[in-house]
């Protein structure tokens, strides 16, 4: 009896952290067990069932509790994998994310047809300044779903403040392409909101890389769109000193 109430007790705690399927097997335990005592009394001890019964029931209620504790730690460990890897702002790949992209092409690329593009939010700093922090991250939000939304199946990143880096699988002909569709969304997008997005975007291709891998590849993108940044702050109406 002492027995059956443990194995109760235990069922009672064991319940709340398990799948319906599971109930209803530690159920059907709880029935050959309580049916193998009462077995064994109807008998009047002649046929002796209830020792094995309890044994057995509670050898199987130990294995679903062990595979439960399993699926908590797979989960666990996934759940953590997610928050490393992915930027919590955006939904993008997080800075994490691309340094580990960084080194798994870290070798001689020319022969993988890989086009990068380094991207950079124009005006980020006047939203803020004008409407506000809140408003400012709702912008680097809207801009990654455009970047997200044109480069499918592409590793997009968001690698810190208003800047990004994406890598796509290609040829250079392709990477254009990607380029171009990136234009015609934003322009898609600043026809319906108030909040504009301007971006400045550098591309390479590792064609274009003799030797290295894609941190080399990444530094060429980036430095074209440093050019592409201050030809934007060239233009009178984007001077941030003059807006001062």
Not at 132 to 156: N, P, Y
């Amino acid at each position: 009896m002492i027995i059956l109430i443990v194995i109760a007790d235990s069922f009672n705690h064991f319940s709340k952290g398990i799948s319906k399927k599971e109930k209803y097997i530690t159920y059907y335990i709880g029935c050959v067990v309580y049916l193998g005592v009462i077995l064994q009394d109807l008998s009047n001890g002649v046929i002796h069932t209830s020792c094995i019964s309890i044994t057995i029931g509670y050898i199987i209620i130990l294995l679903l509790f062990q595979n439960n504790n399993l699926n908590f730690s797979d989960q666990t460990i996934t759940k953590q994998e997610y928050l490393i890897t992915t930027d919590a702002l955006t939904g993008l790949g997080s800075r994490y994310s691309y340094e580990k992209e960084l080194k798994t092409f870290a070798k001689n690329i020319q022969d993988k047809k890989v086009v990068a593009y380094s991207i950079d939010l124009n005006g980020l700093k006047g939203t803020n300044d004008t409407y506000g922090h809140q408003e400012g991250d709702r912008l680097i939000k809207e801009a990654a779903m455009v970047i997200q939304d044109t480069f499918r199946g592409s590793r997009c990143f968001h690698t810190g403040g208003d800047e990004f880096a994406i890598v796509a699988i290609g040829k250079p002909d392709h990477g254009k392409d990607l380029l171009t569709k990136l234009k015609d969304n934003i322009a898609v997008y600043n026809r319906k909101s108030r909040l504009k997005i301007s971006l400045s975007v550098g591309m390479a291709s590792s064609k274009e890389v003799v030797s290295g891998g894609l941190r080399e590849l990444m530094a060429l993108a980036d430095q074209r769109m440093y050019q592409e940044k201050r030809k934007y702050y060239m233009n009178p109406k984007h001077d941030r000193r003059k807006n001062r």
